[in-house]
């Protein structure tokens, strides 16, 4: 069993939606919590990061963390077109370098 | 700044080749990581250096692979000799943080092994 699960997708919404991305983990003891989006021949870029439990909101993008249940998500509102991407999440334990990343949801965002 | 650069962007070589791919961190960042992914297991960290010293290397595949950073502003990623699972895209990242949480991609070197 992998430390951390994503569904895959592939996730097709409208334009203007509401998207809820999550993942589940194993390993009580990862303390940093990140979304990554990744754009087709392109490297992952850092969305938001989270420590420890609780809400972080950045414009359109809000990030949860729920260490009791080890279940993490990511919502995008009023979702656009070049929110077309697969999104990553990323774990990590405190002092170590290492992050485990699940393998991504395939989001596209039709107009 | 430029963010972190990596080359060659695509590397097509035949098994049993020698492949250098090659990375230049954003500057001040004191964390470099090798990444690489593939369909089947996804993004995968072969390597990480603090300060151009290498803290763990546990997740570099066999000895095929080597890494160097012999400098704050330059790392390597070697393979030797190539195989065709090694076929894989693969990234640079680094960081500023202590902790390095917030990673900073490159663009990728696509290897492609026949």
């Known amino acids: 069993q992998k430390e951390v699960e994503q569904d895959p997708g592939p996730l097709s919404v409208p334009e203007g939606a509401i998207v809820s991305l999550n993942c589940t983990y194993s390993n009580s003891a990862f303390q940093y919590f990140m979304w990554y989006r990744q754009y087709s021949r392109k490297g992952p870029e850092l969305l938001m990061y989270?420590?420890?439990?609780g809400n972080k909101e950045d414009g359109r993008f809000t990030a949860q963390v729920d260490k009791s249940s080890k279940y993490i998500s990511l919502f995008i509102r009023d979702s656009q077109p070049s929110d077309s991407a697969t999104y990553l999440c990323?774990?990590?334990?405190?002092?170590?370098?290492?992050?485990?990343f699940g393998d991504g949801t395939t989001l596209t965002v039709k107009p | 700044d430029a963010g972190v650069i990596q080359s060659p962007r695509h590397e097509v070589t035949e098994m049993g080749q020698e492949v250098t791919l090659r990375c230049k961190p954003i500057s001040g960042h004191d964390y470099l990581f090798w990444y690489r992914q593939t369909m089947m297991r996804g993004l995968e960290l072969l390597i990480y250096?603090?300060?151009?010293?290498?803290?763990?290397d546990s997740g570099m595949p066999e000895d095929r692979f080597s890494a160097k950073m012999p400098n704050a502003s330059f790392s390597t990623l070697k393979i030797q000799p190539s195989e065709p699972r090694d076929s894989a895209v693969y990234f640079c990242?680094?960081?500023?943080?202590?902790?390095?949480?917030?990673?900073?991609f490159g663009s990728g070197t696509q290897l492609s092994v026949l």
């Open positions: 990323a774990m990590k334990y405190i002092n170590a370098g290492k992050s485990t």
């Open positions: 250096f603090n300060n151009n010293v290498p803290i763990d």
């Open positions: 990242a680094s960081s500023e943080d202590r902790e390095g949480e917030k990673l900073f």
């Open positions: 989270t420590y420890s439990s």
